[in-house]
Structures are given as C-alpha cells and as structure tokens.
C-alpha cells in the first residue's frame, strides 16, 4: 500500500531565511509526486510535481523539490520564506496504474515570523 | 479555462438530519472526481472517487454517499447525520489519464460542514 509522511507538523521561520519540509513516501512502483498548499480555510493548490526526468523540480511561488529515490523523499524547499507562505502544505503520490488518485501526507503547518 | 464550484460553503445541521454537497466542474470532460474529508488538523481522507457518470468507488465504510448524475457533477450525500460526520469537505477533479494515471488534481474551494 502507497504511504506518505509529512514528519513534521509544525514549522516555525523567520521571514526571509530558507526552508526545508519534509516528505518521505511508501509505493511500489515508480512514484508520481506532488506537493500542495492550502490557506486557512481554502482548497489545496499544485506546488509542482514530479513524474519523470530532472529530479529537481521547480514549481510556482519560487519552490522547488528534488526526488531522492534512495532515500524515498520528495522535500520541499525555498530559499527565503515571504510572510504570505503561511500556509498548510501537504506532500501526495499517486502513479501511473492508481485510477487517478493520490495519497496525502497529514500536511506540515508553516509559521512565518516577522 | 476550469472552474470547480462547491456549494454551500458552510453548514450548520442537527445530528440525524439529511445531507446534500453539490460539486460541479466548468471547462472539461470526463474528468476523474473526489471527495475528499479534512478534520481539524488532519490530512485528507479521500471518501469516493469517480471515473464517470453513475461509477462511485468508496475507499472508507461511513455514513455517506456519492453519486454522479452527470459528467461534471458530483454529490455528497448523508441520510442521518452523525456528529462525527463534521469536517471540511473538499472536492477535486482531474484529467482521466489514459492509462488511468495519476495526474494533478483540481480543488474546489471546500464546505464546512458542522454537525450539532
């Protein structure tokens, strides 16, 4: 069965330092993955995604992920954190046999400090 | 361009009482659909998902139902409502790959839904 953890629940930052979430997966063929935000009270939103090729991915909001098979994780990254990132973020995966669907990690909750 | 629309946004309904959740989805054929279910602080829990009109997987046994009446249109449904059925509601669509795949999916912007 495909798994995603999101070790992580809570992330504090300080505004314009870098950050780092962390997702590790569980599927047994080759992963399709995916990263989403969520703002209070709002529907999840693509970050990017992965499905084949470059392992480092760049996304929209200036994110970017890098697919580490070995390790089985898909971390997100940003190098200097704006007050408006706040945000939930939840790390999937899904394939290419799945019906479509995707696996949800529980989401990281990121603070920003001014 | 795609729009997803969810509505109501929030509920307020008394335990043991009906439920209908309405999705429908603008600008696309034949997508896949889903329900999915955030509790406070959880992830999601997908509930059902669709890959066409009249054919519902479940993925959890509970007090709901899904149904597709038409191709863009989703329902959510409960004919008593328990306390545990409170949460945020979360529809969502994508391509249907051809081969089934896994592809990005599309969310609406949610229902609240509080069960007193």
């Known amino acids: 069965a495909q798994s995603v953890t999101q070790p992580d629940i809570h992330i504090t930052v300080s505004e314009g330092a870098s950050l780092e979430l962390r997702c590790n997966y569980s599927?047994?063929?080759?992963?399709?993955l995916f990263w989403y935000v969520q703002s209070p009270g709002q529907g999840l939103q693509l970050l990017l995604k992965y499905f084949s090729g470059d392992t480092l991915v760049q996304g929209i909001k200036g994110f970017e992920a890098e697919f580490k098979r070995s390790q089985s994780s898909f971390n997100l990254r940003k190098p200097s954190v704006h007050w408006s990132d706040a945000a939930e973020y939840f790390c999937a995966v899904g394939g290419n046999t799945n019906a479509g669907k995707s696996t949800f990690g529980d989401g990281t909750t990121l603070t920003v400090k001014p | 361009s795609q729009t997803i629309h969810q509505w109501p946004a929030t509920l307020v309904q008394p335990v043991g009482s009906p439920l209908s959740l309405e999705c429908t989805v603008e600008g696309t054929s034949n997508p896949n659909l889903y329900w999915y279910r955030q509790a406070a602080g959880r992830g999601l829990q997908l509930l059902f998902y669709s890959v066409g009109i009249g054919q519902i997987s479940s993925e959890v046994p509970q007090n709901l139902s899904a149904s597709r009446p038409q191709d863009r249109q989703f329902i959510l449904s409960s004919k008593k409502l328990l306390l545990s059925d409170s949460g945020f509601y979360l529809c969502?669509?994508?391509?249907?790959?051809?081969?089934?795949?896994?592809?990005?999916?599309?969310f609406g912007p949610g229902t609240r839904l509080t069960v007193l």
């Open positions: 599927y047994g063929a080759t992963p399709y």
């Open positions: 969502a669509w994508s391509v249907r790959g051809f081969s089934g795949s896994t592809d990005t999916q599309y």
